[in-house]
């Protein structure tokens, strides 16, 4: 089969720079949930993508998907013109499948039902709609469909028909270069409608099948940022279903954002608020509290996050306690067991099993061996302006509050420092390492008084 995508609109009620079929739904563009909803198909269609407005962010967006074939439209003169464009790159033999490139949420189901509707003539994907306006209208005479007919040249009576034209369907490609090529554009829009490929058919005995959508909002195209951010919620609520029908539980459906890839073991319990982005793994019984923003994180099974906290690029152990207000950014990788507590960042670091970063510190370019304790306000100094440095903090190391650890450095085993530290050589094993002015009283000081 051939897949045409029609993505050369300007999208112009979008009011923005970014290309309408571009325009993100769950992180991605809308074209790239289309492509994807295609490729579910089967991998020997041919997938080709009509571009015009904005064609060269487009093409460069999807650059690296080789079985994208991309067909120009340099200008926008309508859905059958859009067609006609892809033609020179579709096998005539098969059967051609058009899908709109913002119409992001049509289900491979639905697709296939269409396909199997047309029996390799003319299939059309319908829905009923309670307020058709805008849609092309589906004209029928004894239940069979005679023609689409535009909102802009519709009849009063035409309008009043609630079936509409999804703007889906399947033709038969060898007929559709004398379609498309006798297309007029005498109608309201002055466009080459691909709709009035349908009263061609009828006219040469081609049978016209329909399917009928399961629901309107997978077949809703999107005009403007109200339309974008419905099918968001749409699209968010069925993501919240599909975890709750696999056992996790979402406090409310309508307040988690997965945009993207979200893998929940058993009793996992995400709070309200969250978003997921990239691929997150939580395992068994991990708790994520409300407010926390997860992008590329792997957590392990029985950790909890308390609320409010921001990881990215990290992965942490199991039965660790993270949060509230903890940032974990790439490369923080946390062992089983540790704690990490608020105001506290993590940058490319090993945090060993059992160790505790509790309050108030920036732990950058570290290795961290097990059970030690970082007391509050520690910062490894890890950057001298122009290069960076690592510190190492050995097992059972003992770190005082307000310390710097200036890299490179290594704390020893269970060496401790005092707090207010300022940490520039080694510290050995096992011994109390203190480098701070030493405390005195000055006996008899008097505090100076205003003068009269
Ligand atoms: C179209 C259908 C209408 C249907 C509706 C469903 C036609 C004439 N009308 O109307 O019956 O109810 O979709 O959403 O087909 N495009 C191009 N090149 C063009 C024009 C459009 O590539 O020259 C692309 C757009 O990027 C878009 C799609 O085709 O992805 C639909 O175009 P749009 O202008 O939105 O058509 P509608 O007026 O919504
Ligand atoms: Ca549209």
Do not use: F, H, K
């Given at each position: 089969m051939n897949i045409v995508i029609l993505a050369a609109g300007m999208g112009k009620r979008m009011r923005s720079r970014l290309p309408k079929v571009l325009q993100p739904l769950a992180d991605k563009p809308m074209l790239e949930h289309v492509i994807e909803k295609a490729r579910l198909l089967g991998s020997d269609n041919r997938l080709i993508v009509v571009v015009g407005h904005g064609a060269e962010a487009v093409k460069s967006y999807f650059h690296d998907q080789s079985d994208i074939t991309f067909a120009t439209?340099?200008?926008?003169?309508?859905t059958g013109h859009a067609l006609l464009q892809a033609l020179p790159y579709c096998d005539n033999s098969k059967s051609t499948l058009v899908l709109l490139g913002?119409?992001?949420?049509?289900r491979t189901e639905t697709l296939q039902k269409l396909i199997v509707a047309s029996g390799g003539n003319v299939g059309l994907l319908t829905v009923l709609l309670d307020n058709p306006t805008g849609y092309g209208r589906i004209v029928r005479k004894n239940g069979a469909v005679e023609a689409i007919v535009e909102e802009k040249d519709a009849s009063a009576e035409q309008k009043a028909i609630r079936e509409v034209n999804t703007g889906i369907m399947v033709l038969p490609t060898e007929r559709l270069e004398k379609w498309l090529g006798e297309l007029?554009?005498?109608n309201a829009q002055g466009e080459y409608y691909l709709t009035d490929v349908i009263a061609r058919a009828v006219g040469e005995g081609v049978p016209v099948n329909t399917a009928l959508a399961s629901e309107a909002t997978e077949v809703e195209g999107v005009n403007n940022k109200i339309q974008l951010a419905t099918l968001e919620r749409a699209y968010q609520l069925e993501k919240a279903r599909q975890l709750m029908a696999g056992g996790?539980?979402?406090?409310?459906?309508?307040?988690i954002d997965v945009r993207g890839e979200l893998i929940c073991g058993k009793d996992v319990t995400i709070d309200v608020g969250c978003v997921f982005s990239g691929r997150v793994v939580l395992g068994d019984g991990v708790r994520v509290g409300a407010y926390c923003v997860l992008k590329d994180v792997e957590i392990g099974s029985e950790t909890e996050v308390l609320p409010f906290c921001h990881f990215e690029g990290a992965a942490v152990g199991e039965q660790a306690r993270l949060g509230p207000f903890s940032r974990l950014r790439p490369g923080a990788t946390l062992a089983n067991q540790t704690h990490i507590g608020n105001f506290v960042e993590i940058k490319k670091s090993v945090i060993g099993e059992g160790s505790k970063v509790n309050h108030l510190s920036y732990i950058g370019d570290t290795d961290m061996g097990a059970r030690v304790n970082i007391g509050a306000?520690?910062?490894?100094?890890?950057?001298d302006g122009v290069n960076k440095f690592r510190t190492t903090i050995m097992d059972d190391a003992f770190i005082g509050s307000d310390t710097q650890l200036v890299a490179p450095v290594t704390v020893g085993r269970g060496a401790t420092l005092g707090a207010g530290t300022t940490l520039t050589k080694d510290a050995p094993d096992g011994e109390l390492t203190i480098a701070r002015a030493r405390q005195m009283t000055v006996k008899g000081w008097k505090r100076p008084v205003k003068k009269k």
């Open positions: 439209q340099a200008e926008q003169l309508g913002d119409v992001p949420l049509i007029g554009n005498q996790v539980t979402v406090i409310d459906p309508s307040r306000g520690t910062i490894t100094c890890n950057y």
